[in-house]
């Protein structure tokens, strides 16, 4: 009922599961009863659900529409940094600040050799960062233990022990109008610098600038990348050797073999990677 408080104006519930027809319902609450906000009650796959089902919705301007969040998750990204809670649930409810978001787009060759697209409105990743997302999400018995005393133990047990059996992505880049072939490590494609827990990059990002954050790492060592996570931890990533910092509109990764692609803590996996942004494409609700 907090929640529902600071809703002002009509406001109805969705209950959705995987294989239910999420966009169809969307497409009606928007034509019969005039909806333009919604606020997604989970974690950040939730958020990234509702929002490929909006921006796949024909005809629709994406731009007139706000989207906010009640923090079910276990990162919860999207509502960081946290400003308010309701007892112990971060919240992005504050109607009176909404802001113009720009939205990442990533599309790749799916096994079937299909092109597919996802669209992420926090971060995306490539290399040992989605591969980690990937045994977080598992139903491994001594993770779900750690999982019960403490997210963000579990989180970084599943960033150590991604890494212990991590391999180097042989890969090119094209960016900003540079070829790259480097034996990467991990990819972080970011309009919010939190990418998990605590873990955050320390470049500067703006919702609507109309660029995207990228941070990588590349020729590591295993004992070089532990440190690199550690730094991550604290918000320290750029001008460490072996990583590199930029901005930039477009990206083309060409790996040698399908990798585990991660957006908003949805992964996939794909090859022939390719990210762009759609700028100012939809309103976020303040956080305060």
Known sequence: MDVLRRIPGYFDEIAFSPGDDLQNEIKRYIREKHINCIISAGGDGTVNHILNHLLRIEGLNSDKYYIGGVGLGSSNDFIKPCLTRIGNVPIRLEFSSPKIQDIGVVKFHDRNNELFTRYFIINASIGVAAEANLYFSCSDFFLNMIKKQSIQAAILFAAIRTIITYKNIHASLIY????????????????????????????????DDGFLGLNYCHDMTKVELIRTLMGLYDGHFSGKPKTYTARTKELVLTPEKSVAIETDGEIFRGSDIQFSILPKAIHVLGLK
């Open 176 to 207: 900003n109008g540079t070829t790259k072939k480097l034996d990467l490590v991990n990819l972080s494609i970011i309009k919010n610098n939190f990418i998990s827990g605590r873990f955050h990059y320390d470049q500067q990002v703006f919702p």
